[in-house]
């Protein structure tokens, strides 16, 4: 639902309720903070869909607590209505208010501890309203819920070296645990001599040898529903239309043919893995309390992103098989050999394995 109501608000679709006291019980509804975030990519610091309980004032929701021992836990539960939030109209289902507010009354008191569930509450009120979970609905219709797409790239060996300089810089900050002096001086001067012999680089190529783009390298999102995408980019986390994401070429899933992978249209629990936790992140950034950081072409970006979606494990498999490749090859025209023979050693000394995430908190 959370997808269906961002493409209903941004073309407008959706109206700003004045007063929830006006609204039959079991109506549901859509909570915002900050509304105007929403044409900006974001969901602002707080989103929530809730049905309307049959006490005035008051909505039936899922909210999210934390529990040490248990993780995440979702909590089915009444609340009143703050007063400093916004109200707005919610995508209706196929049951009567007095169906949904009954299925809403029947779970109250209700707590789960499966990752499957929507941190926004989106498949509480999905389930109230239809009868169906998102579960059933993509087992049933097939959807594009939680498939992984890529559209083309384009990047300069300009932004892979500068990001490159970013994990130097990175890693001189980072101090192991139980350093001795010994080891600290002789992590800065390697790391400082890396730095070097990267400026060195950048200072050799000519700019406009720095600024062509590189041929075949991704951008990568999770679906959702209403022809949705969330992805990790410069701007952080953020929902763009899969129209505007696949900048409306045509476009292939990944799994699909083009990869040489089976195609996982029918493994629901994966899918539905993958959309929520993108989802999660989206809300989680919203909060300011985003888990992924600065974008880096290198150690943290869209691919890390959406394989940490779909399996749980961020890696990215384009990082040394094009990216470096393609920027070595293009230096290899202009610079002096030993110098782009240095990039394997730079790479090396920063222990940069291949699809491995380094900057996950």
Same mark, same amino acid.
């Given at each position: 639902?959370?997808?269906?109501?961002?493409?209903?608000?941004?073309?407008?679709?959706?109206?700003?309720?004045? &007063?929830?006291?006006?609204?039959?019980?079991?109506?549901?509804? %859509? /909570?915002? =903070?900050?509304? +105007?975030? #929403?044409?900006?990519?974001?969901?602002?610091?707080?989103?929530?869909?809730?049905?309307?309980?049959?006490?005035?004032?008051?909505?039936?929701?899922?909210?999210?607590?934390?529990?040490?021992?248990?993780?995440?836990?979702?909590?089915?539960?009444?609340?009143?209505?703050?007063?400093?939030?916004?109200?707005?109209?919610?995508?209706?289902?196929?049951?009567?208010?007095?169906?949904?507010?009954?299925?809403?009354?029947?779970?109250?008191?209700?707590?789960?501890?499966?990752?499957?569930?929507?941190?926004?509450?989106?498949?509480?009120?999905?389930?109230?309203?239809?009868?169906?979970?998102?579960?059933?609905?993509?087992?049933?219709?097939?959807?594009?819920?939680?498939?992984?797409?890529?559209?083309?790239?384009?990047? &300069?060996?300009?932004?892979?070296?500068?990001?490159?300089?970013? %994990? /130097?810089? =990175?890693?001189? +900050?980072? #101090?192991?645990?139980?350093?001795?002096?010994?080891?600290?001086?002789?992590?800065?001067?390697?790391?400082?001599?890396?730095?070097?012999?990267?400026?060195?680089?950048?200072?050799?190529?000519?700019?406009?040898?720095?600024?062509?783009?590189?041929?075949?390298?991704?951008?990568?999102?999770?679906?959702?529903?209403?022809?949705?995408?969330?992805?990790?980019?410069?701007?952080?986390?953020?929902?763009?239309?899969?129209?505007?994401?696949?900048?409306?070429?045509?476009?292939?899933?990944?799994?699909?043919?083009?990869?040489?992978?089976?195609?996982?249209?029918?493994?629901?629990?994966?899918?539905?893995?993958?959309?929520?936790?993108?989802?999660?992140?989206?809300?989680?950034?919203?909060?300011?309390?985003?888990?992924?950081?600065?974008?880096?072409?290198?150690?943290?970006?869209?691919?890390?992103?959406?394989?940490?979606?779909?399996?749980?494990?961020?890696?990215?498999?384009?990082?040394?098989?094009?990216?470096?490749?393609?920027?070595?090859?293009?230096?290899?025209?202009?610079?002096?050999?030993?110098?782009?023979?240095?990039?394997?050693?730079?790479?090396?000394?920063?222990?940069?394995?291949?699809?491995?995430?380094?900057?996950?908190?």
């Amino acid at each position: 639902m959370l997808g269906t109501f961002i493409r209903a608000y941004q073309a407008g679709n959706v109206s700003k309720l004045q &007063t929830l006291r006006s609204l039959p019980p079991g109506t549901p509804v %859509v /909570i915002l =903070q900050n509304p +105007a975030s #929403i044409q900006s990519g974001g969901i602002g610091s707080q989103i929530a869909f809730a049905i309307v309980s049959a006490t005035p004032g008051s909505l039936i929701m899922q909210r999210v607590e934390s529990d040490s021992e248990t993780g995440t836990v979702f909590h089915i539960c009444e609340v009143i209505a703050e007063p400093s939030f916004h109200y707005f109209t919610c995508p209706s289902g196929t049951l009567t208010p007095e169906a949904t507010l009954q299925r809403a009354q029947a779970q109250l008191g209700a707590r789960y501890s499966n990752a499957l569930r929507s941190f926004p509450g989106d498949d509480f009120v999905q389930e109230c309203l239809t009868g169906l979970s998102i579960h059933d609905i993509i087992a049933l219709e097939a959807d594009e819920i939680g498939q992984h797409w890529w559209t083309p790239l384009e990047v &300069t060996p300009k932004q892979i070296l500068d990001d490159l300089s970013e %994990v /130097i810089t =990175q890693k001189l +900050a980072d #101090i192991p645990e139980k350093e001795t002096a010994w080891q600290a001086t002789a992590r800065k001067l390697t790391y400082e001599k890396l730095e070097r012999t990267l400026n060195a680089i950048k200072n050799t190529a000519p700019e406009k040898l720095l600024n062509i783009t590189l041929p075949q390298l991704e951008h990568h999102a999770i679906l959702i529903e209403g022809a949705q995408c969330i992805l990790f980019s410069g701007a952080g986390v953020r929902h763009i239309s899969k129209q505007k994401f696949c900048n409306t070429t045509p476009n292939t899933p990944i799994g699909g043919p083009a990869k040489g992978t089976p195609q996982d249209k029918h493994d629901v629990e994966l899918r539905l893995l993958a959309r929520n936790r993108a989802v999660r992140q989206l809300c989680r950034a919203g909060q300011g309390k985003g888990e992924w950081g600065d974008f880096n072409l290198i150690l943290n970006n869209s691919e890390h992103f959406s394989r940490y979606c779909r399996s749980g494990e961020a890696s990215c498999t384009q990082l040394r098989d094009k990216t470096i490749t393609a920027v070595k090859t293009i230096l290899s025209i202009i610079l002096p050999g030993w110098l782009t023979l240095m990039l394997d050693v730079i790479l090396a000394q920063l222990d940069l394995t291949p699809g491995k995430h380094a900057s996950m908190n």
